[in-house]
């Protein structure tokens, strides 16, 4: 008999998602991306952090004073790393999901529009408040794009925030 007790999808690109957060080097926030085929491929991952070259220890980290001293206009975020990870390889995005483990900003939800997700699947919506998250539920709602909260089942992912 095969075992039974083996993680689901979900709960496996989770799992990758907050793995892949744990590169950020970023002190407040690690947030990972991982982005999926209809047929349960992995096709491109990503976490939120300083653009390639830009050399970690020379960009400002903090999260407030002022803008140009703020780590706000460097950092690349997790969805869009993920998405311009994949652009370097072949193929469409076109149908995919990607598994967040924070609900996308309104310009990353623009990158995944754009880039023809179909599904977002988050861990975390700790600023569902905020006009950014607004923005890209509006966005989401306009075409279709499905966002579902992460389920949690009786087994965890044991990769921590």
């Not at 690690?30 to 982005?35: E, P, R």
């Not at 653009?51 to 020379?58: I, K, T």
């Not at 529009?113 to 975390?124: D, K, L, N, R």
């Not at 905020?130 to 579902?148: C, E, P, Q, W």
Request: a neutral charge.
């Amino acid at each position: 008999m095969k075992r039974t007790d083996y993680i689901s999808w979900d709960e496996y690109f989770m799992g990758v998602a907050l793995l892949s957060a744990q590169r950020s080097k970023d002190n407040s926030s690690q947030v990972g991306a991982c982005i999926v085929s209809p047929e349960n491929k992995i096709l491109s991952m990503g976490y939120n952090g300083m653009p390639r070259g830009c050399f970690d220890d020379d960009m400002p980290w903090e999260r407030e004073g002022e803008p140009l001293k703020t780590k706000y206009m460097y950092v690349c975020h997790a969805e869009l790393n993920a998405i311009l990870n994949h652009a370097a390889s072949a193929g469409s995005l076109k149908g995919a999901r990607i598994y967040t483990t924070l609900f996308p900003c309104n310009e990353c939800a623009k990158a995944l529009i754009q880039s023809g997700i179909a599904e977002v699947i988050y861990y975390e919506d700790k600023y569902a408040g905020t006009d950014s998250v607004v923005a890209s539920k509006r966005m989401f709602d306009l075409v279709g794009i499905r966002y579902t909260p992460y389920r949690r089942t009786g087994r965890s992912v044991t990769v921590e925030l």
